[in-house]
C-alpha cells in the first residue's frame, strides 16, 4: 500500500542540538500525526494535527501541517538523551476522529550522541 | 486515561500453526484497527474492526488469513492463521480515542503489541 515519503532515515546529534524531519505524500491528508516508538513499545502518539498550515506545539516538539495537505515536519529542539527513538509520521484521510486507519512513514532513526 | 492491552505480548510459534492475539481497552471505542510492523519496517493497516459488523480488511490482507473478531466495545481479537516465517512481525492494535481520554487529541493510540516469530 502507500507509504509516506519520510526523511531523514536517520539522524546522528549531540546532545543539545535541534531536530528537524519531515514527511511528504503524493496525495492529500486530513490528518497528520507523528509517534516515536521505543524498542519493545508500541507507537505513542506526540502530536496531532488537523489544520491545513497549523503549527502545534508538545514541550520541546513542534510540528507544522503543510498548507497544500501533503506534507509535515516534525522539530525537536534541544535533544536529549531519551529522544533516542523512531519517529514515525502517520496520515489519516478523515479529519479529528475519522474511521480511517493510519498511512505510516517508513520512520526516522535519531540517534544522540554524548 | 484508558489503558490498552494485548496478549500475548510475544510468542513463538511453528509454521502451519495459529495464533490469536487479543486487544482489551479499559474504555468502550468505536473504532479498533489492527496493524502489522515487519522487522526493521513501519505500520502497514491489516483491518478495521467495529463492533458488530464485518472487519474491512486493506488490500493484501484477507479475513482467510487473518480472520478478526470485535464481540464488544472494549475487545478485538487477530488471528493469524497457518503462520510461515513471513508473518513473523509485531501485530499492533490501536483504538480511536476521544481527545482526554487519553491524551489531549481525538485520535489513534497504540497498545504495546505482540511479537511473532515463526519458526
Known amino acids: 500500500g502507500q507509504q509516506l515519503n519520510q526523511s531523514p532515515q536517520s539522524m546522528f546529534i549531540q546532545e543539545g542540538e535541534d531536530v528537524s524531519m519531515n514527511c511528504t505524500s503524493s496525495s492529500i491528508f486530513n490528518t497528520w500525526l507523528w509517534y516515536k516508538q521505543d524498542p519493545g513499545e508500541g507507537p505513542v502518539l506526540l502530536i496531532a494535527?488537523?489544520?491545513?498550515?497549523e503549527l502545534t506545539s508538545n514541550g520541546r516538539l513542534t510540528a507544522q501541517f503543510g498548507i497544500t495537505r501533503k506534507d509535515s515536519f516534525l522539530n525537536i529542539s534541544a535533544s536529549i538523551p531519551s529522544d533516542v527513538g523512531i519517529y514515525f509520521c502517520a496520515g489519516q484521510r478523515g479529519s479529528g476522529g475519522g474511521a480511517d486507519g493510519l498511512t505510516f512513514g517508513k520512520g526516522t532513526h535519531l540517534i544522540i550522541q554524548p | 486515561s484508558a489503558v490498552i492491552s494485548q496478549k500475548p505480548s510475544r510468542d513463538i510459534c511453528q509454521r502451519g500453526t495459529s495464533l490469536t492475539i487479543q486487544c482489551q481497552v479499559d474504555?468502550?471505542?468505536?473504532?479498533m484497527f489492527w496493524y502489522r510492523q515487519q522487522p526493521g519496517q513501519s505500520l502497514t493497516l491489516i483491518a478495521t474492526a467495529n463492533q458488530g459488523s464485518e472487519a474491512t480488511y486493506e488490500s493484501g490482507f484477507v479475513i482467510d488469513k487473518f480472520p478478526i473478531s470485535r464481540p464488544n466495545l472494549t475487545f478485538s481479537t487477530l488471528t493469524v492463521s497457518n503462520m510461515s516465517p513471513e508473518d513473523s512481525s509485531i501485530y499492533l492494535c490501536?483504538?480511536?480515542?476521544?481527545?482526554?481520554?487519553?491524551?489531549?487529541?481525538?485520535?489513534?493510540?497504540f497498545g504495546p503489541g505482540t511479537r511473532l516469530l515463526v519458526l
Open positions: 474504555s468502550q471505542v468505536t473504532m
Open positions: 490501536s483504538v480511536e480515542l476521544p481527545e482526554g481520554l487519553a491524551g489531549v487529541w481525538e485520535t489513534q493510540y
Open positions: 494535527l488537523y489544520k491545513a498550515g
